[in-house]
């Protein structure tokens, strides 16, 4: 139960993280990428908020902590090679983002707070995760095992 | 470039401070990477025990919207033009190119960056690139309306 609950205040954290951020106005992410015209720099002080925080608690936590409190290891990512899936997926992905203004997090938080466009752009979204994850399942299953497990599970984050 | 109107610095800091916190405190108590397309991702393998930690998560940030929104909904407005086909084709996008490319702004640009992985560097110059051409071609040749 405390498991489930810290979860809930992570992401809900999170979420009001990225709403004073402005990171769930679409026109701010545009915005960042709007070289030519109103440019608007808020993404990068974001970013650079969120890793003054992450990279230290990161770098002590793995140093010192035996596991985390609720879990009996760390589950981090352990590749370090780049190949196409990683350039190629990250490009689709930015091709997106730049369309519709949002990512994973805002869209997800902003359909709670029943944005219409985060509901059309975030039920697309999760069929475009649904049809991926069941597409490498069938994969897995014709070849009778992992074929590629770094590829199906989400390695990075 | 013109005025930058709409830049928030002092705002989107403090919004960036506390989604490292969230970020810190997901690895300090679950040891996991606060990638929301990973979280998102990994609900659908089905794999025993792995499942309400995701949900649970996604449920909170849903909830933070919901209440959020209540005092503050000038949060949520979208002042970009664009037309219902293009955030289906949007949305898809994103969500293929996420787990293909095992991560987004989260999990990549934020705990990737942060861990100072190199995996997660190329990663987000590349959606980053593809962003801002994405941009451009919507704003400079189609007059900022799809």
Request: net charge positive.
């Amino acid at each position: 139960m405390k498991v489930t609950i810290g979860a809930f205040l992570g992401g809900a954290l999170f979420g009001v993280g990225l709403a004073i951020a402005g990171m769930t106005q679409p026109a701010k992410i545009v915005g960042f990428f709007d070289f030519f015209g109103s440019w608007d720099p808020s993404l990068a002080f974001v970013m650079v908020g969120a890793i003054l925080v992450y990279t230290p608690v990161y770098r002590w936590a793995i140093r010192t902590w035996q596991h985390p409190v609720w879990a009996p290891a760390f589950s981090l990512p352990t590749r370090s090679d780049i190949d196409g899936r990683l350039v190629l997926g990250s490009a689709i992905f930015g091709v997106g983002w730049g369309l519709g203004g949002y990512c994973p997090g805002p869209a997800f938080t902003s359909v709670g707070a029943r944005s219409q466009e985060a509901l059309t752009f975030g039920l697309a979204m999760l069929i475009g995760v649904g049809i991926y994850q069941v597409f490498m399942r069938m994969r897995e299953k014709r070849n009778g095992g992992a074929v590629d497990p770094q590829a199906a599970a989400m390695i990075d984050g | 470039m013109s005025t930058m109107e709409s830049f928030t610095p002092i705002a989107s800091t403090i919004g960036g401070l506390l989604i490292g916190t969230a970020a810190a405190g997901l690895l300090l108590f679950h040891g996991r990477i606060a990638g929301i397309s990973g979280i998102a991702g990994g609900i659908f393998r089905r794999e025993a025990g792995d499942i309400s930690w995701r949900v649970m998560f996604l449920v909170g940030l849903f909830a933070a919207g919901a209440a959020w929104s209540l005092f503050y909904p000038q949060d949520y407005v979208v002042e970009i033009s664009r037309s219902t086909p293009a955030l289906i084709v949007a949305g898809l996008a994103v969500g293929i190119g996420t787990q293909l490319g095992s991560g987004c702004t989260s999990g990549h640009g934020v705990c990737g960056i942060g861990r100072l992985s190199k995996r997660s560097t190329v990663a987000t110059v590349s959606f980053m690139i593809t962003a801002a051409l994405t941009v451009f071609v919507v704003n400079e040749v189609l007059g900022g309306s799809i």
